[in-house]
């Protein structure tokens, strides 16, 4: 696979042999005059400007500004329709300044030690080396455009500050490239290495980092999954010996994973780049004050307060997990209400009635709560959008933990153990109900369910995820599908074309699929990480309910592989790679998850396991209290025991891979120290030769930013004649 930036003008013309994956692709290639690395979204309808504002002349100027930075930066550009008020601006880094900022970055990653081998100075400025990888061409254009001027870049920020009707700056995918990947994975059982190298070098390490999370999660699920069908057929339900098992090989997957993380960073060259920082646009500093280690003025902001805002954040999420919990606990009652004591009329269409609160309320809650939470973390202005992320994350990571495990718990602690509680009263339920509905209304004699956990857990890991999996993968694309025959119907019948602009015959159909990408929803790697780690939780906490599960869930995600890999050539717009060395704030949620593993495990198993065996038993819950609370105690000790061995095992083993890395960045630290001078000299004429290369085109493309801003006004009168039609 050639790892060589997107050179479409060389790749098979579409009328070429189709490989199946391309009748869901649009394959419609740019023609030369359109290749870009980036297009902005330039946007004069935006929201975020006050109305009377937004006059023509406001509009153009600052249309005018953001095409001089770009012309003045070494950018050239091309400029489109995409709808009425709205242009798209092909952005294309010439080679020179791909190669200075490319060197810069090397530099930069060199002094931190990230890097092993000293800085390459390019050969020549106006070509890129063959080895080029578009993840590293489009991340260094990227963050040319978008990082703050101390980071040596622009600062362009979508809707923020002189970039107000700046809507989005966004990748085109690679049709070529989307087809080949998907047509390859499809056919292939196991992932290597290399497949996820090619990823790396197309969508960068944060992207790479999870599809090698999931292959590994993936692969490591063999282990439990022959273990489970074991239990399965040979030993007891509840069995102690499948519980440890499985607690130990979740503290063994975490432990071996640390280790795969960091010998995929130094194959990667990233290990090390959580310590380059780079500074959200939106942070706002207090004062300025002087960096104890650099020395220059920089915005300062206390960090007390930032903490302090921080601690703001325990009291809200305690409200949301309470109403969640609130919310789940009533539609429980309802549940077991309908299912095991109601038996009046409408009984068969009732019984839908929690599955159908549940489905509108909780998603109503959590993106009531997205919304507060997102607002608070911005409140807590962060410097680096490294600490933003994880705080958001954690926020997050409360109601999801609620959302999926509460009516489980709600099961294994409340319903079995004290069901029986309910069983003398029935009297006074019956007569309540008579009261209310009528005489037609009769109550079954209550019976507690005592395979309820099971059914409900057998729902989530196996039927859930089906669901699941349809709702993220297929369904965004038959809506998409759906909406566009909507529309094309709709024209038909009122006679107005889809047709706003007269593109070139040549250009048609590419701006076609421009404008469909652009209508895309990012691709958030997040939601993916906490699908699986949401997964991983129904493991470790309940595995020794139903020894299947990681069967099912070992099958699921050789799916949710490729499903995922579908979805972001389908569904999103190709994400902007950036540089990761580890799966961060989840690797903690992941091992919260089998600390509370350890207690749920050996509570469930010492509660369950003698009804579970023998046939009649009036109390479902065996155990006395005081066997439970040593079992959980004993449990939660040995899981901490075996977590600092299984720990101490692993790095004994130092792995060969970074004893190669510190090999290699002890001998370049000698070799470069010596050639340190000759280096500075060459730097300086690099500096030189960019100058001299982006001084020629500029009067040229002065003369472009005329052209464009005619097209603009074209856009903006399409959009004056819109409103007034309408
Ligand atoms: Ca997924």
């Not at 980036?38 to 005018?64: G, H, M, N, Y």
């Not at 921080?310 to 949301?320: Q, R, S, V």
């Not at 709600?410 to 309910?422: C, D, E």
């Not at 037609?440 to 857990?457: D, H, M, P, V």
Request: net charge neutral; glycine share 4%.
């Amino acid at each position: 696979m050639d790892s060589k930036p997107a050179s479409p003008s060389s790749s098979p013309k579409p009328s070429s042999v189709k490989p199946n994956a391309s009748r869901l692709i649009n394959y419609a290639l740019p023609p030369s005059d359109l290749e870009s690395d980036l297009v902005i979204v330039f946007d004069a309808e935006s929201r975020s400007v006050p109305k009377e504002k937004k006059t023509a002349v406001f509009i153009e100027d600052a249309f005018r500004v953001l095409l001089s930075e770009l012309v003045n930066a070494g950018f050239s550009f091309k400029v489109r329709g995409h709808k009425p008020g709205s242009v798209f601006i092909f952005v294309k880094a010439s080679d020179a300044v791909v190669s200075f900022a490319s060197y810069r970055s090397q530099i930069k990653d060199w002094l931190f030690g990230i890097r092993t081998s000293a800085p390459v100075a390019p050969v020549s400025q106006d070509k890129l080396d063959d080895n080029f990888s578009t993840a590293e061409r489009l991340r260094l254009v990227y963050e040319r455009l978008t990082n703050s001027e101390k980071d040596h870049g622009l600062g362009i920020t979508p809707g923020q500050g002189d970039w107000v009707f700046v809507k989005s700056i966004f990748a085109l995918h690679d049709p070529k490239f989307n087809v080949a990947w998907i047509e390859r994975w499809s056919t292939k059982w196991i992932l290597d290495d290399d497949e996820l190298d090619i990823i790396r070098n197309t969508f960068g390490e944060k992207i790479a980092l999870y599809f090698a999370f999931l292959q590994y999660y993936f692969a490591r699920l063999l282990f439990p999954t022959v273990v489970g069908l074991l239990a399965f057929f040979f030993l007891p339900p509840y069995s102690p010996t499948f519980a440890i098992i499985s607690c130990l090989w979740g503290c063994v997957f975490i432990e071996s994973w640390k280790r795969r993380e960091i010998e995929l960073a130094v194959r990667w060259g990233v290990k090390g780049c959580s310590n380059l920082v780079t500074h959200r646009a939106a942070f706002i500093g207090e004062s300025e004050r002087e960096d104890p280690v650099t020395g220059d003025l920089v915005w300062y902001y206390p960090p007390w307060k930032r903490v302090l805002k921080e601690f703001t954040a325990i009291p809200t999420a305690l409200a949301a997990g309470l109403i969640l919990i609130g919310i789940q606990a009533v539609v429980f009652v309802i549940e077991i209400f309908l299912s095991e004591i109601y038996d009046g009329p409408l009984k068969q269409y009732l019984v839908f009635l929690p599955t159908a609160l549940l489905a509108t309320l909780v998603p109503t809650l959590t993106a009531f709560y997205n919304i507060i939470a997102t607002g608070m973390t911005d409140w807590e202005n962060h410097v680096t959008e490294r600490t933003y992320d994880t705080s958001m994350t954690q926020k997050m990571f409360v109601l999801n933990f609620l959302t999926a495990y509460m009516g489980l718990f709600l099961t294994s602690y409340v319903y079995l153990p004290f069901g029986h509680l309910i069983a003398p009263n029935m009297d006074i339920i019956t007569a309540t109900m008579e009261r209310f509905i009528g005489e037609t209304a009769s109550a079954k004699k209550f019976t507690i369910n005592k395979f309820r956990l099971k059914q409900q857990y057998i729902y989530f890991t196996a039927t859930a995820q089906l669901i699941n999996f349809f709702v993220e993968t297929l369904l965004p694309y038959i809506q998409r599908r759906a909406f566009k025959e909507a529309k094309k119907l709709q024209e038909k019948v009122t006679g107005t074309s889809e047709e706003i602009f007269k593109d070139k015959t040549e250009e048609a159909s590419f701006l076609t699929r421009v404008r469909t990408e652009a209508d895309f929803p990012d691709y958030v790697v997040g939601d993916d990480y906490r699908e699986m780690v949401v997964q991983f939780g129904y493991l470790s906490l309940f595995a020794t309910v139903w020894p299947l599960a990681p069967l099912f869930s070992f099958i699921n995600n050789w799916v949710e592989l490729r499903g995922d890999a579908v979805k972001i050539c389908l569904d999103t717009k190709r994400p902007i790679p950036s540089k990761a060395e580890t799966i961060g704030p989840w690797l903690d949620n992941l091992t919260f998850l089998t600390w509370l593993g350890s207690l749920t495990t050996s509570s469930l198993v010492s509660m369950f396991r003698a009804s579970a065996t023998e046939r009649d038993c009036s109390y479902l819950v065996s155990a006395r209290p005081w066997v439970l609370l040593s079992a959980v105690l004993l449990s939660e000790h040995a899981y901490f025991v075996a977590r600092y061995l299984i720990g101490l095992v692993y790095d004994a083993l130092d792995s060969t891979v970074v004893q190669k890395h510190r090999r290699l960045q002890y001998l370049n630290r000698q070799q470069t120290l010596n050639r340190s001078l000759t280096e500075g000299e060459r730097i300086e004429t690099l500096e030189h030769a960019e100058m001299v290369v982006t001084e020629t085109k500029r009067d040229e493309w002065h003369a472009s930013i005329a052209e464009a801003v005619a097209t603009l006004q074209t856009c903006l009168v399409k959009s004056e004649a819109d409103k007034k039609k309408d």
